[in-house]
C-alpha cells in the first residue's frame, strides 16, 4: 500500500473538507460561487478546529458507516458533557432538564427542524428496530390482514411480521428482488414496476413495509415514488426502515421527503454519526389514536382511556411513545450535536451530494474493472446511495466473479490489514427463474461524509493487490 497519509493534519483541511464548497473542484461544478469562497473557507477552518473526525486513527480509512459511523470531536464532547451533568443532579436532569428530561421536547424540536417536520411527529428511540417494532406492534392488524414486503428487509421488519404472522395471522406478501445482474442496470421505474406490480395479490394491503437504502444492494427506493406506488395500490400505510438514510440523504424535500411515509425508523449512529442507542421514528399522522394505533413501549396509554381525537388530554402520540422510563437522553442531546454539524459543514442536501460524489467514484472504478461484478444499481441517479455493493472479482480476468462468504470475508479482511475498513454483506439473489436461490455474499463499501477522494485512490490501489491474489 502507498505510504501517504489521508488523514494527516495537512490534508485534513484540503482532503476531509473538501465538500465544504472550498476546493476548485467544487467551485468548478457550481457549488459556491468565488464571492462566497473566502467565508466558506474561513468557517470551515474554524469548524474544522472545532469538530472533527479526530478519533480516527491517523492513516485509517474507515468505508463503512452503513455499519456504525464515527463521532466528531463536537459530538464527543457533548456526550461527555451531557453524561456529567446527569451524574451532578440525576433527579432535575431526568424530571425538568430541557435536553435531558424524559419528555425530550426540545430535542424533538431540534430533530424536527433537521428533517424539516414537527415535533408531534418525531419519537426519539434507541434504533431503527425499536422504531420498526414499536410501529408494527403498535397498528392495529387484524387477522388475514395483507402486509407487502420484500426479501431484502432487514430483520428490523422481518422479525415482528414473523411474530404478527404467529399470533393473529397476518397474511405477508414477499416481493423478490431481480438478479443482480440485472438491477444493477435498472432505472426506478422499471424496479418498483418490477417490485410492486399492480396485481391482485398486493392490491388493499394494509401495509408496505420496504428499506429507503438496502444494506443487501445499496439500492435506494425514492420516497415520493412509493407513495404513489402505495397509493395506486391503495395500501393503508407506508412503513420505511430509513436505518441506511439519514445522515446519507436529504429527507426535507423533493423524492426523498421524509412526509411520503406513514412511519419512518432510522438511527443517529451510522451516517450522521452520532452516538450509539440512538434513534427517531417519524409518524405522520401526530393525531393517531387507540384503536388504530396503540403506545407500545410506554407509559401513557392510560392517557387514552377516556379520550378522543378531539380531547386536550391525549397526548400526541409520538410523546406517548416517547415517555418510557428512563431513555438515553445524553445520546440524544449527542445525536442533536450531530445534526448542528451536519449543518455547519453545508447541511443534508450538500453532504448527500458528496456521499454520492464518492460512490460513484467507487462505482465508476469497479464498472470500469468489472462491469459483471456490480450489483448496486449504477445508471439511474435516482436509485444511487452512499453504499457500493460488488463481488470479488479475480483482477487480471475480471469476468471471474465469486459469491461466496469466504472469499468477500477474505477480501474484507485483507483490506484492514492494509487498514481499509469495509465489510462483507450476504442477500438472497434471484436465480434466472426469478426464483430466490442461495445467498450470495459481496463486498460493501461505504463513502461517509467524513470520507475523501484521496481515500477513494487508497481503497482502489488496495482493491488492485488484493484481487489479484484471490481465487
Known amino acids: 500500500m502507498k505510504s501517504q497519509d489521508p488523514n494527516t493534519s495537512a490534508d485534513i483541511f484540503s482532503t476531509r473538507r ?3 464548497k472550498i476546493s ?3 467551485l468548478a ?3 459556491a460561487t468565488m464571492e462566497a469562497l473566502t467565508a466558506n473557507a474561513q468557517e470551515a477552518t474554524s469548524l474544522a478546529k472545532q469538530c472533527n473526525f479526530s478519533a480516527l486513527p491517523p492513516g485509517f480509512v474507515y468505508l463503512n458507516s452503513g455499519t456504525e459511523g464515527s463521532m466528531p470531536e463536537c459530538v464527543l464532547a457533548t456526550l461527555q458533557d451531557s453524561l456529567k451533568k446527569w451524574a451532578s443532579d440525576p433527579t432535575t436532569s431526568y ?3 430541557p435536553a435531558l428530561g424524559k419528555h425530550q421536547e426540545l430535542n424533538r424540536e431540534k430533530v424536527a427542524a433537521f428533517l424539516g417536520t414537527g415535533r408531534n411527529n418525531i419519537c426519539l428511540t434507541d434504533n431503527t428496530t425499536m422504531g420498526l417494532s414499536m410501529t408494527l406492534m403498535g397498528l ?6 395483507k402486509v407487502v414486503t420484500t426479501n431484502h428487509e432487514h430483520n428490523a421488519i422481518k422479525s415482528p411480521l414473523q411474530i404478527l404472522q404467529e399470533r393473529i395471522g397476518i397474511q405477508v406478501e414477499t416481493q423478490v428482488f431481480p438478479a443482480s445482474e440485472t438491477l444493477s442496470g435498472m432505472d426506478s421505474n422499471e424496479l418498483l414496476d418490477t417490485l410492486f406490480p399492480n396485481s391482485p395479490n398486493l392490491r388493499g394491503a394494509r401495509a408496505l413495509c420496504v428499506s429507503h437504502v438496502y444494506p443487501s444492494t445499496g439500492v435506494r427506493l425514492p420516497l415520493a415514488a412509493l407513495r404513489e406506488k402505495a397509493d ?8 420505511v426502515d430509513g436505518a441506511q438514510a439519514m445522515g446519507m440523504i436529504d429527507l426535507t424535500s423533493g423524492a426523498d421527503n421524509i412526509e411520503n411515509c406513514d412511519f419512518y425508523a432510522c438511527p443517529g449512529h451510522k451516517w450522521l454519526n452520532g452516538p450509539p442507542s440512538t434513534g427517531v421514528l417519524y409518524v405522520r399522522n401526530e393525531n393517531l389514536r387507540p384503536p388504530e394505533f396503540y403506545p407500545t413501549i410506554s407509559q401513557r396509554m392510560g392517557m387514552y382511556a377516556n379520550c378522543d381525537s378531539q380531547s386536550d388530554t391525549c397526548f400526541p402520540i409520538a410523546e406517548a411513545l416517547q415517555v418510557r422510563g428512563c431513555s438515553n437522553t445524553p445520546g440524544f442531546a449527542a445525536m442533536i450535536s450531530a445534526m448542528k454539524f451536519a449543518k455547519d459543514v453545508g447541511g443534508s442536501a450538500q453532504i448527500e451530494k458528496h456521499i454520492l460524489t464518492l460512490s460513484r467514484e467507487v462505482k465508476d472504478s469497479i464498472l470500469s474493472r468489472a462491469p459483471r461484478s456490480i450489483v448496486s444499481p449504477h445508471s439511474d441517479s435516482d436509485l444511487a446511495s452512499g453504499l457500493t455493493v460488488f463481488f470479488p472479482f479475480k483482477w487480471d480476468r475480471p469476468e471471474t466473479t465469486f459469491r461466496d462468504q469466504k472469499t468477500a470475508n477474505q477480501v474484507v479482511r485483507e483490506l484492514l490489514d492494509r ?3 469495509v465489510r462483507s454483506i450476504g442477500f438472497a439473489d434471484a436465480g434466472s427463474s426469478g426464483e430466490s436461490s442461495e445467498a450470495s455474499y459481496a463486498v460493501r463499501v461505504s463513502t461517509g461524509y467524513f470520507n475523501t477522494t484521496s481515500q477513494i485512490k487508497l481503497l482502489n490501489d488496495a482493491l488492485e493487490a488484493v484481487l489479484t491474489r484471490i481465487g
Not at 392495529?140 to 390482514?145: S, Y
Not at 395506486?232 to 412503513?239: A, K, V
Open 18 to 20: 473538501d465538500f465544504l
Open 24 to 26: 476548485s473542484a467544487a
Open 29 to 31: 461544478a457550481g457549488l
Open 95 to 97: 424530571e425538568t432538564d
Open 140 to 145: 392495529n392488524f387484524r387477522p388475514d390482514d
Open 232 to 239: 395506486e395500490l391503495e395500501i393503508d400505510y407506508l412503513i
Open 419 to 421: 487498514n481499509i475498513q
